[in-house]
T-cell receptor, first 114, second 117 residues
Framework: AQSVTQLGSHVSVSEGALVLLRCNYS??????LFWYVQYPNQGLQLLLK??????LVKGINGFEAEFKKSETSFHLTKPSAHMSDAAEYFC????????????FGGGTRVLVKP | DGGITQSPKYLFRKEGQNVTLSCEQN?????MYWYRQDPGQGLRLIYY???????QKGDIAEGYSVSREKKESFPLTVTSAQKNPTAFYLC????????????????FGPGTRLTVL
């Protein structure tokens, strides 16, 4: 079985400050890793994903994440927060050989202060 | 435009009534998924289908049923047996089905918010 833990259900950052959202996973086999963003009452939009290769992954809207196998982590960062970054963020893992099902973390809601 | 549509966006039903949520995609994707979202719990998988006329239970299938008669459609029925049906329901699709491994990404619809009164 696989699981995902996101540390902190709510994060508050000032506009222009670093955004850091933490994600740790457990999986018996190397998973694929994803970060999604959700705005109120909308579906999920992919920010970035890691499947194989380079462990530092760049995504949309200035976000990036680094896969660290030894730490079983996939933390999401953005150097400078913008007001439009206020949303809920979900980390997810999938096992390609298991129907590509996604297992999600509980989500982190980001508040950006002016 | 290609994408996933879910209708309606908001749905209200009386307790004890069955209700069917629509999910349609014109992306020609083989696999489709239904997730339920509750505050603070992320998304949990209800059912998924990797090919037409076949589907599998996810982690929380009790009280739900699905069908996959057409590639583009994967409706979800919330039955009266579902103890706590009020939630936000999200449908997703993926290009690969029984082909197995896929580095592709699940695409999500806009969701349906179901409220049982």
């Amino acid at each position: 079985a696989q699981s995902v833990t996101q540390l902190g259900s709510h994060v508050s950052v000032s506009e222009g400050a670093l955004v850091l959202l933490r994600c740790n996973y457990s999986s018996s086999v190397p998973p694929y890793l994803f970060w999604y963003v959700q705005y109120p009452n909308q579906g999920l939009q992919l920010l970035l994903k890691y499947t194989t290769g380079a462990t530092l992954v760049k995504g949309i809207n200035g976000f990036e994440a680094e896969f660290k196998k030894s730490e079983t982590s996939f933390h999401l960062t953005k150097p400078s927060a913008h007001m439009s970054d206020a949303a809920e963020y979900f980390c997810a893992v999938s096992r390609p050989a298991a129907g590509n099902k996604l297992t999600f973390g509980g989500g982190t809601r980001v508040l950006v202060k002016p | 435009d290609g994408g996933i549509t879910q209708s309606p966006k908001y749905l209200f039903r009386k307790e004890g009534q069955n209700v069917t949520l629509s999910c349609e995609q014109n992306l020609n994707h083989d696999a489709m998924y239904w997730y339920r979202q509750d505050p603070g719990q992320g998304l949990r998988l209800i059912y998924y289908s990797q090919i037409v006329n076949d589907f599998q239970k996810g982690d929380i299938a009790e009280g739900y049923s699905v069908s996959r008669e057409k590639k583009e459609s994967f409706p979800l029925t919330v039955t009266s047996a579902q103890k706590n049906p009020t939630a936000f329901y999200l449908c997703a699709s993926l290009p690969a089905g029984l082909a197995g491994t896929s580095t592709d990404t699940q695409y999500f619809g806009p969701g349906t918010r179901l409220t049982v009164l």
